[in-house]
């Protein structure tokens, strides 16, 4: 078999799609077939294994897609399980990239993308609308590797760092645009119940966090008059909930736009925030004022979802966590 | 010119399921409906409706909005404050606030329907400080109705 020259070859392994000890990669299913007519010719392509190879399945993806300037990552899934979804490959690279961090697109060949249909193939791009950010911020920031969370995806894949350690940089930098970058990128590939696993999937309050969901979600389409559950909102929720690690369950609700909102509270303590389009939270904090005076501290603001508790105005909430 | 419920008046906010979490308020049900540019959040003048039996108020409450409504959630309830109360209470928390107006602004079908005034700069502030000033929640939904 030959591999094509821009191939990189890596293996992925996820113990939640069900890889068994047994599970050995066999370079000699790599797809040899990736790279022709209609696929970005500057695309690098790496496969991620998910569940056991005993029957090669592979389709390429990026057919008929125009070169973009960015460079394009396409994975490809070896699989022999039809249970394999793209979910499935979500939840790896959510872990492996903190999903937050990179726009994820998919597709299967002639079907519209579906998390519950079997994964042909998904592909990881920059967005478009970013390429003015990232060209900027290459421009000012050359080196942009050596990021130690990407260590393990830069082994596999030396260029894949390049595109992670840019978001993530972005993220910081550019603060709400990039969680607003975020929520286009993903738009219309991602509908309520993908999220919802996704969300039952994170360690901690995530399975209560789910389930309270899903019953609003119930109630919502008993009650007429109020919007359904926002889509956009419950993305920046995610992406709140894979900032924060051992944070308490909070009291759940929608707000008459449909957005999610999340308080927590103690004694006098209140933190509570919603969360809306464009990755944005807002919050607003209740806390007794130091001193013993009886009076009340207030504070409100607006911050990208995934910062809502890692800055400085948000800090006297850390009661928030277990 | 609609009139001012005095201070000494109470109101009841209807809180959809979704507001609540386990039996508890949360500030949403206090938040406008931005998607459909409201301005007013909706309430009822509770000695509208009679002077001062609670329990004849709500009953009455409920009977309206089973008439109004599609369907009234079991799950649902109403919660009532002091206009008073619920005035000082968003100004003391948001001095910068506009300080918050109640008028009563009768509907064919709803005679004591009201709004508050005021609320859509910080509103997730005021909605926060307005359910600090809820005096007490009862069914929206008579278990009779």
């Known amino acids: 078999m030959t591999h094509s020259r821009n191939m990189a070859v890596a293996r992925v392994r996820s113990p939640n799609v069900g890889l068994s000890g047994g599970t050995r990669w066999d370079p000699d299913i790599v797809p040899h077939d990736i790279g022709p007519s209609g696929t970005d010719a500057s695309a690098e392509f790496v496969d991620l294994v998910v569940g056991t190879p005993v029957e090669t399945q592979r389709v390429h993806i990026g057919s008929g897609k125009p070169p973009s300037a960015m460079t394009t990552h396409s994975y490809t899934v070896i699989s022999s399980s039809a249970a394999t979804t793209s979910q499935d490959v979500l939840s790896v690279l959510s872990r492996e990239f903190g999903n937050k961090r990179i726009a994820i697109a998919g597709e299967t060949i002639g079907r519209a993308w579906d998390p519950y249909f079997t994964l042909h193939g998904f592909e990881i791009r920059e967005p478009q609308s970013l390429q003015p950010e990232m060209q900027a911020a290459r421009n000012e920031k050359l080196n942009l590797t050596g990021l130690a969370r990407w260590v393990t995806i830069s082994q596999l894949w030396p260029s894949l760092r390049i595109t992670a350690a840019v978001f993530g940089d972005l993220s910081e930098d550019l603060g709400s645009g990039a969680a607003s970058i975020r929520g286009t990128s993903e738009s219309g590939t991602r509908n309520f119940e993908s999220i919802i696993r996704e969300i039952a999937a994170t360690p901690g309050c995530g399975p209560a966090v789910s389930n309270r969901l899903r019953e609003l979600r119930l109630q919502q389409s008993e009650d007429s008059e109020s919007a359904e559950v926002s889509i956009e909102s419950l993305k920046s929720f995610v992406a709140f909930l894979h900032s924060v690690r051992g944070i308490r369950l909070p009291s759940l609700s929608l707000t008459p736009d449909g957005n999610i909102y999340a308080s927590w509270r103690k004694y006098d303590r209140v933190f509570s925030a919603e969360f809306r389009s464009g990755g944005l939270a807002t919050y607003v904090l209740f806390r007794p004022a130091l001193g013993g005076t009886g009076s009340k501290l207030r504070s409100t603001g607006s911050v990208p979802a995934g910062q809502l508790l890692s800055i400085p105005e948000t800090s006297p909430a850390v009661w928030a966590f277990s | ?145």
């Open chain 2, 1 to 145: 010119m609609a009139s001012a419920v005095p201070d000494s008046g109470h109101v009841a906010r209807y809180c959809s399921p979704l507001r609540i979490d386990h039996g508890e308020l949360q500030a949403s049900a206090f938040l406008l409906r931005r998607d459909k540019n409201e301005k007013v959040l909706s309430v009822n003048w509770l000695e509208k409706i009679h002077p001062s039996d609670r329990a004849e108020q709500i009953r009455l409450l409920q009977q309206t909005f089973a008439e109004k409504m599609a369907r009234v959630s079991a799950a649902a309830e109403f919660a009532v404050l002091n206009v008073g109360g619920l005035r000082k209470n968003v100004a003391d928390g948001c001095p910068e606030c506009p300080l918050l107006e109640v008028r009563h602004l009768p509907k064919q079908d709803d005679p004591s329907h009201s709004g508050i005034f005021g609320i859509e700069r910080d509103d997730q502030l005021v909605a926060e400080l307005l359910l600090e000033a809820v005096l007490n929640h009862y069914p929206a939904r008579s278990p009779r109705l």
